[in-house]
């Protein structure tokens, strides 16, 4: 399959912690996890997810 160009937006992912939409970037709080780079609508949410990954990897419903 061919990248996307440059000048297109990433496709969008689901913030693990809040469930927010997050369009994947340097801006994003990006963190990577055992191989898989997760991103985060804000600071406390990717401090929420280091201190406790596996309480944000097995849920299954979203807070906010």
Not at 31 to 39: P, Q, S, V
């Amino acid at each position: 399959a061919a990248a996307p160009a440059a000048d297109q937006p990433a496709a969008a992912v689901t913030d693990p912690v809040c469930g927010m939409t997050v369009t994947p970037g340097p801006g994003a709080y990006p963190l990577r996890h055992e191989g898989t780079t997760y991103y985060f609508c804000c600071a406390g949410c990717r401090q929420s997810f280091e201190r406790d990954p596996g309480a944000y990897l097995t849920r299954t419903e979203t807070r906010c």
